[in-house]
């Protein structure tokens, strides 16, 4: 009898054994089918590596094609000049529309364009395409000498003789406005901090030899009563502006006329 115990709770013991491996075998298959699935590529990911490939194959035979990739805002001066440039390289070039909404698969889109600009940049040099541009958009503005560009087309230079810091020209036009102005009597300043400045804005064009004209001036006034002296301050400003010895805008160091803005804010 004791020996049909024994023998009964072995065999209850194994089973339960056998049952628990079972289950951690199972667990491990569920794992493994689990992660070999995520690592499955999807039909994007398959795509991007044959456009990567084809890509490889067309660099292999000397067939180079640049992309530029063109999203919102994107603005290049001088890009026919880059392209003709290219095209004395042997290089083709494309444009590349991206859009600024993403979607998960972003990172295998335009695996060609992506890959042959890698291989270009190994073969020719990480800076080799913007030393292009620059060339190109040096060459963009001595065939248009005459033209009159935006004051951000320009390179980021003060044009404030006095400093070469492009952050600090405005602080520096107040500064040199208010040595000769005086406030007249019956000016009624701001009385708290938070209110908004009144101000006087002029737009010009600043021409490549430094002098200006094509005055177009305001003025704003958080207080009604000092409309009175619109006509004043604008003639001030005008007058300061047309004072000042200025440094011409440039583009690659190319001197340029340009259209500028001067803003005067007061108390």
């Not at 990739?69 to 001066?77: I, N, S």
């Amino acid at each position: 009898m004791r020996n049909w115990i024994i023998s009964f709770s072995l065999g209850v013991v194994l089973i339960k054994m056998k049952r628990l491996f079972i289950y951690k075998y199972l667990i491990l298959i569920f794992i493994l089918s689990m992660f070999f699935s995520c690592k499955q590529k999807n039909e994007h990911e398959v795509d991007c590596d044959f456009a990567k490939q084809q890509a490889q194959n067309d660099f292999k035979y000397k067939k180079y094609t640049w992309s530029d990739f063109e999203g919102f805002g994107f603005d290049f001066y001088g890009h026919e000049e880059f392209v003709e440039i290219l095209r004395k390289n042997n290089i083709k070039h494309k444009s590349v529309g991206i859009s600024c909404m993403i979607d998960g698969n972003e990172k295998f889109e335009h695996c060609y364009e992506r890959e042959m600009n890698k291989l270009l940049k190994i073969k020719f040099g990480a800076n080799f395409f913007d030393s292009l541009q620059i060339d190109a958009k040096k060459e963009y503005v001595m065939k248009s000498k005459d033209s009159i560009f935006s004051f951000e087309e320009c390179d980021q230079t003060s044009r404030n003789p006095l400093t070469n810091d492009y952050s600090e020209q405005f602080e520096l036009d107040n500064k040199m406005f208010f040595k000769n102005f005086s406030y007249p009597e019956n000016y009624i300043k701001r009385k708290n901090e938070k209110d908004y400045f009144s101000y006087t804005s002029t737009s010009f064009i600043l021409m490549k030899d430094g002098t200006a004209k094509n005055f177009e001036t305001q003025s704003t006034f958080q207080n009604s009563k000092n409309k009175t002296f619109e006509k004043s301050f604008n003639q001030k400003v005008e007058d300061y502006t047309k004072r000042i010895n200025w440094k011409p805008a440039t583009i690659q160091g190319i001197p340029v006329n340009s259209y500028m803005d001067v803003t005067i804010t007061y108390q």
